[in-house]
């Protein structure tokens, strides 16, 4: 639960490398607290949020959760990892879907670190590994590249957003725990 840790809306987690595309320099299996590495994941569809954070649970918890409308301040530099994007970048289609997250951990910061091949991207797009729909990675170095107002943030649990989750879930396979 972001909440817990005193994000928002356009936080970038510093502590890892926890997640597919982290790019934090922690040792694995170890995770610390990065403080000049972060990262946030994101999509431009609810259903592909929903089921890159509730996918491997299969239990959609509202709780604390929301949602956050981002608006781009600037054009972002995304690595494609998509379809042969991911072989021009080097690797395979199936690091977006690899299970061992030290394989993708490593890529992420490969791609981050190298410059002098891959320009300083703000982060990857991918095709996530739970229904195929595009995601997002962007690492901290987009911070500037979004802005997000109060209004353009409600929680997971808001009635306008109900039948929303309700088909998502029932699409993917999710259980939507009640609220």
């Known amino acids: 639960d972001p909440l817990a840790h005193g994000a928002h809306a356009l936080s970038f987690r510093g502590f890892g490398p926890i997640s597919r595309f982290d790019h ?6 170890t995770k610390s ?36 409308a981002l608006t781009t301040t ?3 530099k995304l690595l494609d990892l998509r379809g042969p994007g ?33 320009t300083a991207v703000d982060g990857l797009v991918f095709y996530n590994a739970h229904n195929d729909e595009e995601a997002f ?14 209004v353009d943030v409600r929680p997971l649990r808001h009635d306008s957003l109900r039948a929303a989750v309700r088909d998502i879930a029932s699409t993917n396979g999710l259980f939507v725990q009640p609220y």
Do not use: N
């Open 24 to 29: 934090h320099r922690a040792p694995y299996p």
């Open 137 to 150: 990675a962007f690492y901290e170095r987009a911070s500037d590249a979004f802005k997000c107002t109060a």
């Open 86 to 118: 991911a072989m021009r970048a080097g690797t395979v289609s199936a690091i977006s879907k690899e299970s061992s997250r030290r394989f993708s951990q490593e890529w992420s910061r490969f791609f981050y670190d190298t410059t002098f091949a891959y």
């Open 33 to 68: 607290e990065d403080p000049d590495r972060g990262i946030v994941y994101g999509a431009s569809k609810l259903s592909s949020c929903l089921v890159e954070i509730f996918g491997d649970s299969k239990v959609v918890e509202t709780g604390t959760w929301e949602v956050a």
């Open 74 to 76: 600037r054009p972002l």
